[in-house]
């Protein structure tokens, strides 16, 4: 069965190049726009396998967003990648903190996002 995956990320071309890689690779993928747009996504689709979240984006950003998901018993174990621009050493670990389980700096070669994906879920 296909790994179901949430991209949340306010650049569109962010949300395609995503789409396109994780779809060449078998899986299924669900898109939000922001962490707001994320969390109504978690409530209306089926449960993802795993999340990939960007940091800075409108209306919620990626850490409150990774918050809501942990804070919420029946997402608390789905692992979340953060995939971003930011690369500094606070803010990777202000994201693990909040609950994430990897990063990625942007822009992501599609195999080893797949392979980060594959490990993360196993």
Known sequence: ??????TVDDSRTIREMLK?????AGMQVIQAED???GLEMLESSSTPDVIITDINMPRM?????IEAVRGNGKYRAIPILVLTTESVDDK?????????S?????PFDPAKLVSAINRVAA
């Open 35 to 37: 962490g707001v747009h």
């Open 1 to 6: 069965m296909s790994k179901v995956i949430l």
């Open 61 to 65: 950003d990626g850490f409150g967003f």
């Open 20 to 24: 396109a890689a994780l779809m060449d």
């Open 102 to 106: 990897g990063w990625i700096v942007k």
């Open 92 to 100: 990777k670990e202000r994201a693990r903190r909040a609950g994430a």
